[in-house]
């Protein structure tokens, strides 16, 4: 055991050198200062669309997304008491590689000219967006994985998802400014699979041998994390919009929709849970889905009551996951959803696109005015009908779908071969690790249905 844990170490440690190594070489070749920031050297062959903004005002969307990843995402996943100081280290880790690794990848389908990649504030911008879904994606296998299998999982996801985004945005001309489908409901899906794949036969059915309480040190990691995204997770939303209003619209609904979930998980948490008022966790968890299905339609028409109404709906809905379809993926499709994403990135996100769709048939000039450009420019141009518009927005649905499953096959089925380890009890993403053929005991709380979110379930695996 001593020489498998120190071959973990090594593996990891050479595995960082040689990715960072990788990183520096091509950013030495390729990466250069974009001229976005100085009026009149932003050449149209680039896609600069914040470049008639002032650099200021970039920066500070930069800084309210970054937070927002590092902090909010970083704190969420410490609410689970065996995995939280482990898996907060393991989240700085993911997020300092994927920022690097996406500012590549996307450079070169985004910012790529005369060869070189040209960065800026809209660069990094998107390079949070894509880290944001792998730590989504990280959340579905927390416990499930070692550093170096997560940091493989991060490689190859990044270039995936920079693939269905150019795909979507670029190339189908998908409106999707808060991501509910390229960030939320790819992360969730690609991070099922990936699960599914590395799931171990059951020693006995979903045995409850142990109730395990996050208690308070971790309900104030949720306290924290929920408060950051309070504050911002709009700006998240509206971190793409082109101009101020459309910036507004898009805050605006992202806070009525929080608020609207909140309150519905206070209305159903009592019903569902043995519990007088809910746990900060499962505030935590209103929030995302209510961030999440506004990710969409968010810096569109929703009017400020469809925006409640909207989030009410989502509120509902989450924690309903937990009581019911929680229960089922882990029973009938063998999923270990540890952090619970299918509920609070899936769902949601899914909700999300089917509402854009929705929205998008109600767009018209007259509505929308000089906004319409904006939002749906392809429509205002006459290139596309309304109706053609939200057909591209629910076929986007599916192949968002289709890529996250194909691509989290790939990558599980990667991860599983290439490293040859399996995790090993409570170590889980925190680095002992064990030889597949061993077939080691492992405990992996999961949330199961009856619980409150904040109270996890072991789960008995070999």
């Given at each position: 055991?001593?020489?498998?844990?120190?071959?973990?170490?090594?593996?990891?440690?050479?595995?960082?050198?040689?990715?960072?190594?990788?990183?520096?070489?091509?950013?030495?070749?390729?990466?250069?200062?974009?001229?976005?920031?100085?009026?009149?050297?932003?050449?149209?062959?680039?896609?600069?669309?914040?470049?008639?903004?002032?650099?200021?005002?970039?920066?500070?969307?930069?800084?309210?997304?970054?937070?927002?990843?590092?902090?909010?995402?970083?704190?969420?996943?410490?609410?689970?008491?065996?995995?939280?100081?482990?898996?907060?280290?393991?989240s700085?880790?993911?997020?300092?590689?994927?920022?690097?690794?996406?500012?590549?990848?996307?450079?070169?389908?985004?910012?790529?000219?005369?060869?070189k990649?040209?960065?800026?504030?809209?660069s990094?911008?998107s390079?949070d967006?894509?880290?944001?879904?792998?730590?989504?994606?990280?959340?579905?296998?927390?416990?499930?994985?070692?550093p170096?299998?997560?940091l493989?999982?991060?490689?190859?996801?990044?270039?995936?998802c920079?693939?269905?985004?150019?795909?979507?945005?670029?190339?189908?001309?998908?409106?999707?400014?808060?991501?509910?489908?390229?960030?939320?409901?790819?992360?969730?899906?690609?991070?099922?699979?990936?699960?599914?794949?590395?799931?171990?036969?059951?020693?006995?059915?979903?045995?409850?041998?142990?109730?395990?309480?996050?208690?308070?040190?971790?309900?104030?990691?949720?306290?924290?994390?929920?408060?950051?995204?309070?504050?911002?997770?709009?700006?998240?939303?509206?971190?793409?919009?082109?101009?101020?209003?459309?910036?507004?619209?898009?805050?605006?609904?992202?806070?009525?929709?929080?608020?609207?979930?909140?309150?519905?998980?206070?209305?159903?948490?009592?019903?569902?849970?043995?519990?007088?008022?809910?746990?900060?966790?499962?505030?935590?968890?209103?929030?995302?889905?209510?961030?999440?299905?506004?990710?969409?339609?968010?810096?569109?028409?929703?009017?400020?009551?469809?925006?409640?109404?909207?989030?009410?709906?989502?509120?509902?809905?989450?924690?309903?996951?937990?009581?019911?379809?929680?229960?089922?993926?882990?029973?009938?499709?063998?999923?270990?959803?540890?952090?619970?994403?299918?509920?609070?990135?899936?769902?949601?996100?899914?909700?999300?696109?089917?509402?854009?769709?929705?929205?998008?048939?109600l767009?018209?000039?007259d509505?929308?005015?000089?906004?319409?450009?904006?939002?749906?420019?392809?429509?205002?141009?006459?290139?596309?009908?309304?109706?053609?518009?939200?057909?591209?927005?629910?076929?986007?649905?599916?192949?968002?779908?289709?890529?996250?499953?194909?691509?989290?096959?790939?990558?599980?089925?990667?991860?599983?071969?290439?490293?040859?380890?399996?995790?090993?009890?409570a170590?889980?993403?925190?680095?002992?690790?064990?030889?597949?053929?061993?077939?080691?005991?492992?405990?992996?709380p999961?949330?199961?249905?009856?619980?409150?979110?904040?109270?996890?379930?072991?789960?008995?695996?070999?």
């Amino acid at each position: 055991m001593p020489e498998h844990t120190a071959a973990l170490r090594l593996r990891l440690s050479g595995l960082c050198f040689l990715l960072q190594i990788l990183n520096i070489l091509l950013f030495a070749v390729f990466v250069r200062y974009s001229p976005e920031s100085s009026p009149g050297l932003c050449p149209p062959q680039l896609n600069c669309s914040q470049r008639n903004q002032e650099p200021v005002f970039q920066q500070r969307r930069f800084q309210d997304v970054h937070i927002q990843v590092l902090l909010s995402f970083g704190l969420l996943v410490a609410f689970l008491s065996r995995y939280g100081p482990g898996s907060a280290a393991i989240s700085i880790l993911i997020i300092a590689f994927t920022i690097q690794w996406a500012l590549l990848i996307q450079g070169f389908f985004y910012f790529f000219l005369n060869g070189k990649i040209y960065v800026g504030a809209p660069s990094m911008v998107s390079a949070d967006f894509c880290t944001a879904a792998v730590l989504i994606s990280a959340g579905a296998v927390l416990g499930r994985v070692n550093p170096v299998q997560m940091l493989l999982l991060a490689l190859l996801e990044v270039t995936l998802c920079t693939l269905n985004e150019y795909i979507l945005l670029s190339l189908m001309g998908v409106s999707d400014s808060g991501r509910s489908l390229t960030v939320h409901t790819f992360g969730a899906y690609f991070g099922l699979v990936v699960s599914r794949v590395l799931y171990q036969p059951c020693r006995d059915k979903r045995k409850r041998e142990e109730r395990q309480d996050t208690g308070h040190q971790t309900d104030v990691f949720a306290v924290v994390g929920t408060i950051y995204l309070w504050i911002f997770w709009p700006s998240f939303t509206s971190a793409t919009t082109a101009h101020d209003n459309a910036e507004n619209w898009a805050v605006l609904n992202s806070y009525l929709s929080l608020v609207a979930s909140t309150i519905a998980t206070f209305i159903l948490s009592p019903v569902l849970y043995e519990e007088s008022t809910p746990r900060m966790v499962q505030i935590q968890d209103a929030t995302l889905a209510g961030m999440a299905v506004m990710g969409m339609a968010g810096e569109m028409l929703v009017t400020p009551f469809g925006a409640l109404i909207a989030g009410f709906l989502v509120g509902l809905i989450s924690p309903l996951g937990f009581r019911f379809f929680t229960p089922v993926l882990y029973s009938r499709l063998k999923i270990q959803d540890t952090w619970g994403v299918h509920n609070i990135h899936g769902l949601p996100g899914i909700l999300g696109a089917l509402l854009g769709t929705l929205l998008t048939l109600l767009a018209t000039a007259d509505t929308y005015g000089d906004r319409l450009e904006l939002v749906f420019p392809l429509v205002a141009q006459g290139s596309r009908t309304v109706t053609d518009q939200a057909f591209i927005q629910l076929g986007a649905l599916p192949l968002t779908l289709l890529f996250a499953a194909l691509g989290g096959w790939v990558t599980g089925e990667f991860c599983s071969s290439a490293t040859g380890w399996r995790v090993r009890g409570a170590g889980g993403l925190t680095g002992l690790g064990e030889r597949a053929g061993a077939a080691p005991k492992q405990s992996i709380p999961i949330r199961q249905a009856g619980q409150s979110p904040a109270v996890l379930s072991t789960v008995q695996t070999q």
